[in-house]
């Protein structure tokens, strides 16, 4: 299957792009080529919140809102926790996304 880009905007103003396949997590994705803020450290169980991303108004709608269980899990981040606010454990590459852009949050 051909690699889909996802772009992360650093809280340092740097931008990574970075194929990967369909399937994984944006977590996954970001852990595994070090962008910086993404911590994943309840594995992707939605439970951490340290994979906390806002999601470029652009790709709201094909990323999709947050579920009641991830949602309860961002209110532990209420004070950066905004409209569009996604755990990017919880968000799956594929093929609709390609090009996606999320930007890193602040850590409490
Ligand atoms: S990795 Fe813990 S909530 Fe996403």
């Known amino acids: 299957m051909a690699a889909l880009k996802v772009t ?3 809280l340092d103003g740097i931008e990574k ?3 990967a396949e369909p399937g994984q997590s944006l977590m996954t994705i ?4 070090m962008v910086a803020g993404i911590l994943g450290d309840c ?3 939605c ?4 994979c906390h991303v806002y999601v470029e108004p652009e790709w709201l709608e094909r990323v999709g809102a947050a579920d009641e269980v991830e949602s309860s899990t961002l209110d532990m981040v209420s004070d950066a926790h905004r409209g569009n606010s996604r755990l990017c454990c919880q968000i ?3 093929a609709e996304l390609d090009g996606v852009r999320v930007a890193v949050a ?3």
């Open 8 to 10: 992360y905007i650093q």
């Open 17 to 19: 792009t970075i194929e």
């Open 30 to 33: 970001a852990r595994d080529n």
């Open 43 to 45: 594995g992707g169980c």
């Open 47 to 50: 439970s951490c919140a340290t």
């Open 92 to 94: 799956t590459l594929r």
């Open 106 to 108: 602040p850590s409490e």
